[in-house]
């Protein structure tokens, strides 16, 4: 999880939002992304995509079987349903957006299983850095409150 915030705080300098994500296979790092959807002016640049992205490319297959994906913020829907079409085995996020509150309302809610009954996602309540990976996206929206006003 600490490589995922290392690749928030890329975001969080190129003035994106600051998620990050890596994708693990055998133990070894094998990709990382971060938000470039403003960089690349595309919705779906999530960094989790962007991740998913060159782990597919390095492994010369879009399925990524017996991967880990770790992210910094609980997956959008977007993001949750390409990390189970690459047949990620799991998603270990560290921080809740209570904001889309994706986690709660769909994916915990067995919902996912209709995209892949493979995928298992882990929330914050495994101390997987969650302060951090909470504070980062709020002290980066706060500062543009502030900024705005």
Same mark, same amino acid.
């Given at each position: 999880m600490f490589q995922a915030l290392k690749e928030a705080s890329k975001a969080r300098e190129s003035r994106e939002v600051p ?5 693990? &296979? $055998?133990?070894?790092? /094998? #990709?990382?992304?971060?938000?470039? +959807?403003? @960089?690349?002016? $595309? !919705? =779906?640049?999530?960094?989790? /995509? ?15 079987? $017996?991967?880990?994906?770790?992210? =910094? *913020?609980? !997956?959008?829907?977007? +993001?949750?349903? #390409?990390?189970?079409?690459?047949? *990620? &085995? ?8 209570? %904001?889309? $509150?994706?986690?709660?309302? /769909?994916? %915990?809610?067995?919902?996912? &299983? ?18 951090? +990976? #909470?504070?980062? /996206?709020?002290?980066?929206? &706060? ?5 705005? @006003?």
């Amino acid at each position: 999880m600490f490589q995922a915030l290392k690749e928030a705080s890329k975001a969080r300098e190129s003035r994106e939002v600051p998620i990050g994500a890596v994708i693990v &296979k $055998d133990n070894k790092i /094998i #990709a990382r992304g971060f938000n470039k +959807c403003i @960089a690349l002016s $595309d !919705p =779906t640049a999530h960094a989790e /995509i962007v991740a998913l992205r060159k782990a597919a490319k390095k492994l010369k297959n879009y399925r990524l079987n $017996d991967c880990y994906a770790y992210a =910094t *913020i609980e !997956p959008c829907l977007m +993001c949750a349903g #390409a990390l189970a079409k690459a047949r *990620i &085995k799991k998603i270990i996020f560290g921080a809740f957006d209570k %904001k889309a $509150d994706c986690y709660k309302n /769909i994916l %915990k809610t067995g919902d996912i &299983k209709k995209l892949s009954r493979r995928l298992v996602i882990v929330g914050k309540k495994e101390k997987h850095l969650s302060a951090e +990976c #909470a504070n980062i /996206i709020k002290d980066f929206f &706060k500062k543009i409150r502030q900024q705005k @006003a």
